[in-house]
Structure formats: C-alpha cells, structure tokens
C-alpha cells in the first residue's frame, strides 16, 4: 500500500485561523509519502527517510499492542529526538482506538516514509504523517489530529486537497472550499525560509495567552482574506498583508518580521504560520533572491514552485 498526503502553507489567518477566521490555506508540491508492506512476523519495522533518502529514525513495535522494542535516532535536528519514537507510538494506539482492527492481526509490517522537503522547512511533516496513517487505518484524519497534535486541521485539509482551499473552524467542524488562488502577479511573489524551525505549539500557546477579545480581529482578516483572493493589483496585496501583519502583532505582541529582521527591504514581507520561523512570503522581483543571500536566507522559493 502506497499513500501520500501535500504539505501546507497558511498565507493568511494565522493563529486567528483557530478561533474561525476565513483563512487562504494551499497545499505544496513538497509532501510525504507512506510505503507499507506485510510481513509474517508480528511486528512493525518503520523508517523515516529524509528528502535525501537517508533514514533519519527507524524503531520496531509489537504490531498487535504497539509495545516499543527498540528505536534510533540519526537527525543532527534539535528538538526532534525527544519522544519521537513514543510520538509515533501514541499515533498509532490512536488509530487503532478509531479502527479497533487496525494492526489488530497476527501478521506485521514493514512501513517506510519518505519527506520530499528538508525536516526543517515546518511544511508539514507531521500533518502528512497523520493524514498518512489516518489514510492507512482508514479513519478520519482530523479526528486522529484532535487525539494527537491539536490544532486548527488545516494543514490536515492542504494534505487532502490538491488546489488552494479557504478554511474555516465554525463550532470546531472543518468548513473547506476549493478555490482557484492565481495571482497576476505571482512572478512577484517568493516563500523564504528562516533557517530555523519554529515550535508552532509554543506559538499558539503564545496566541492563546495574549489574544483577549478579537472578534473585530477575526472579521477584520476574514475580510483580508477575502480581497486577498480577489485582488489582481499588486500594490493592494502589498497593503493587504501589511495591514494583516499589523493585526496579528498586535494580538500576539511581537514585531512583524519586516521591522525586525529586513527593514531595509524594497518589497513587502508577511510571516506564514507560527511567527520567527519556517517560511515568509515577500513580495519583489529579480533582485529579490540576492537580497535575502545577502542576509544569510539562502532558501528562496518562487510562488509557482512551491504551491501545488
């Protein structure tokens, strides 16, 4: 059995998208695939394979009770190794809560996952993962999300989706409609990475800490949100994700990564996620990559690269 589930960028509703902002989510050509194969003998082999195909984390389990034999760890990542073979575990027992038959056999199995974009890039290695597994012991994704990692699901639902989709929570049930999200413009638009990966649970805790009342907020982004996907001018998405950056510094008390980081920068810049880390979209033209490898941000991508 093969699967294979997209990974995601949030251009607009960060943090907001949890408490059920309209937000423009799309699914990346970067995913991660799961290989199964049965054996005979009652337990699971897993390994992890990083975009380079070199095995990043392996361990055996019992298949039918999920006890953990024995794992290794091989990412030079920080933060990664803690629990990681115990994450897995608990994502499993999850399932099979779900589908009481999942891996409840006498046979085994020899599973191989494979990332097509560095583990630091925060794309989505854990939501395709869940999405790959939920897929495998046919149960729904979300509900596997809920039970393991939390949060909004829209990364689960760009794992699921292969066009832009606006997402919405309205009473903690997934609203999502496809849409067709191509800018005129889009020779302007590039993700850059940050070089670091950023904890996005410590950023919603963050959200969660300083975000009061923001029903404004929420209408307010909900309205970006939705000129975003209408406007063809340039200079209105430049002042449509300013205004967006505002907003949320202004709950999450933190700078925008334009003041803080690029000052200097000829274009407009707006973080994507859980802000200081992973990816930032920027507006700008030919000058654009050399700029940010100037400043020691090598990883430039192209709007038409990264979205699917």
Known sequence: MNFYSNGKLLLTGEYVVLDGVKALAIPTQYGQ??????????????????????????CTLESKTL??????????R??????????????????????????????????????????????????????NIANWAN???HELLKRT????GYDIACAQHNTPIIYQ?????????????????????????????QNSRKGIERYKKNRGNIKSEIADISL????????????????????HEQIISNIIRLRPIQQS????????IKSLGAWGGDFILATGNENTPQYFIKKGFETIIPFQQMIL
């Open 67 to 76: 006890k953990l034999i024995n794992s290794s760890f091989y990412s030079l």
């Open 169 to 197: 929570l309205k009473d903690n049930t997934p609203i999502i409609n496809k849409i067709d999200f191509n800018p005129v413009f889009k020779n302007q638009l590039f993700f850059v990475h940050l070089n670091k990966k």
């Open 33 to 58: 695939s799961l290989q199964v194969v049965s054996l005979d003998e009652p337990i699971i082999h897993w390994k992890s394979l990083d975009e380079k195909g070199k095995v990043w984390f392996d």
């Open 224 to 243: 970006i949100t939705d000129e975003i996907i209408k406007t063809s001018n340039l200079n209105e998405f430049e002042n449509l994700i300013a205004r």
């Open 261 to 268: 980081l690029f000052k200097d920068y000829f274009g407009q």
């Open 149 to 152: 990692f939390g949060g909004s």
């Open 78 to 131: 920080e933060g990664v190794q803690e629990n990681t073979a115990e994450t897995l575990q608990s994502i499993l027992m999850e399932a099979q809560k779900l589908t009481p038959s999942f891996l409840n056999k006498k046979i085994g199995f020899s599973v191989v996952t494979k990332l097509t974009f560095p583990t630091n890039w925060g794309l989505g290695s854990s939501s395709t993962l869940i999405n």
């Open 139 to 141: 149960v729904d994704a």
